[in-house]
């Protein structure tokens, strides 16, 4: 049997499988899986270098479906080669008989590609479309970093071809010259609803592709010997500096009629359907396939790795890297902004921790990520990611599927654009930290299109849920000063798992020093009162800071507490707010749903009676020329604090 009637052969057999698996489940997606069977056929039984059971080898070329619905066709493949399945360190190789468990609730066949969900073959969870190619770019990234001559193969919907981030992702992969990235576009003509844009047909995408700065092969997807000599040619082109890439021609149901056209998306064949469409692909077979036995389909394995010393030492202290790195004037001071301590941490982290990759969209300069892009030692690890902040949080999980600790900064307001990403990162089990600089409404002068203003939100509702791991899904943190945000940093490497930290612009002085212990769940008591427990975090403790100075002169004794981790302790804190007879003001520099929304969880949930009153931004705020001014106009400021804090307690003339 020759190559091609063998990959015919496969492709029609893992057909039949996607048809069977999805028919059982009642639900999926096979017409996009037929159309994808003689690709992933020449991929996983002929181009790829990687071992059914041991599917994450180090070394191994790796396989995106950024076009998660159609992994049928891949799951029907890794069961036909009993390719290792399992969660944990449990490994067990998956059969054709497991195929018909696909979607059920303890299955490893979720309805879209989940490592976590113990398909180790896969190195993130896709199905939110346009994400795949920049998971590719991640895992190029640190395949050249490491030096591994690994590819990574994507595969992308022409549909999803609509996406920004997937040009994002292209820019991306040509800036950085990833050319062990191999995007494979599968256009087969129909999205959901309807057909294709004709701005994502098969010639338009190919000149997009080459305006990009990529080499595009255009071929039939289900021409085996077009398939096979394409990716040889990638393999070729991984020589020179400029990308390569495949815009395949296929057919939405390929080798059977009745399924093809529109409204068959997402829409299992059953019963006599079922049966008529295994005729149509037998019938299709006649002809293209052989009888005969054959070992034209051959895996071949990926070069032998010895893992290498990765170095992960302790960091040094916040006074040794001030005074490492010429800051000592500064630091007797006693004042630096949260971001600025931020890229201090960075540049200590990243000469103790050889895993840590700092990634910046374009304002590093801000951040102050640039402390680690130019130091020459870090500069490697320094990944440019320009104004896509969609890309470089799906990069990211890349990096980490790939064993790298990645740090992603950008304004805060600025990472909303990722929230998508993150979520799927979390889904993914990614190991990512993403640090959000200007925060709040300190930034002030700049305005409202650039405050991160619902962020903690957000954030905060995947800290009361459970990661795979569990923890929280998210750790929300918040330092205060410079000392938290530098410890705060450290903590997060610490930690696997995803990690949300705001920093802000203004500099502020020092409230802690090297005995105060910051870890992820914990707070600090700044001040110890017994009428008035105040709850705040980030730059607004400063604020609060000041007015109880104005509530000490009213004759009320209040207590300060910095909240700079979501979740907390929450026993611990509903002690403290039994200590100051149920009062609590919570205060925070964004909109609400985020800390004392946190906070007033807790005292439901407590059964406890506590009186409970809640500050943050009401309005949308406007420029300012100072942080005073953008906290008096949101009625923040600290003389708004004391009075309402005054006034729960009755206090006249507050």
Known sequence: MSFEAAVHAKAIQLDKMSLDMCAASGSGHPTTAMSLGHIVTVLLYHSMRWLPDHPRYPTSDRFVLSAGHAVPIVYAALADLGAAVGKGNERNPLTPDDLQTLR????????????????????????????????AAGLAVAAKHDELDKRVFCIIGDGEAR????????????????????????????GQADKVSVQQ??????????????????IDGHAPNEIRDAIEQHAEHMKNDQPFAIVAKTVKGWGAASLQGGGWHGKPANGDKLSQVHEELTATGVGLTSALASDELKIYPPPEHTAPEVKNEEAMSFREAMERYDMAMIYKAGRLATRKAYGLAM?????????????????????????????????DRF??????????????????????IPFCSSFAKFITRGYDQLEMAINSGANIKVVGSHSGISLAADGPSQMALPDVAWFRSFATMKDHYGGPGCYVLQPADAYAAYALTLRMADHCGVCYMRTFRPDVEFIYDEDTIFELGRFEVLTEGRDVMIVTAGYMVHECNKALEMLDKMGVDA????????????????????????YILTVEDNYGGGLGSAVADVCTESGDAFTVEQMFVKRIPKSARNEDAILKQCGLHHSDIARKAASMLGVVNA
């Open 104 to 135: 059920e609730n303890d299955s490893y066949l979720d309805g879209h590609p989940n490592p976590m969900e113990g398909m180790p073959f896969f190195d993130a969870a896709t199905g939110s479309l346009g994400q795949g190619l920049s998971v």
């Open 163 to 190: 996406e920004g981030q997937i040009w994002e992702a292209a820019d991306f992969i040509v800036d950085h010259e990833l050319t062990n990235v191999l995007p494979i576009f599968n256009c087969n003509g129909y």
């Open 201 to 218: 047909s098969t010639d338009r995408l190919a000149k997009k592709l080459e305006a990009a700065g990529f080499i595009v092969a255009v």
């Open 347 to 379: 540049r200590a982290l990243g000469h103790a921790h050889e895993g840590v990759f700092c990634l910046d969209a374009d304002v590093s300069n801000s951040t102050f990520a640039e402390w680690f892009a130019n130091d020459k030692e870090l500069t």
């Open 383 to 404: 990944v440019e990611c320009k104004i896509a902040e969609q890309n470089m949080i799906s990069a990211a999980a890349g990096l980490s599927a790939a064993g790298k």
């Open 559 to 582: 207590t300060l507490v910095d909240l700079y981790s979501i979740p907390f302790d929450a026993d611990k804190l509903m002690d403290i707010a039994n200590a100051n007879n149920g």
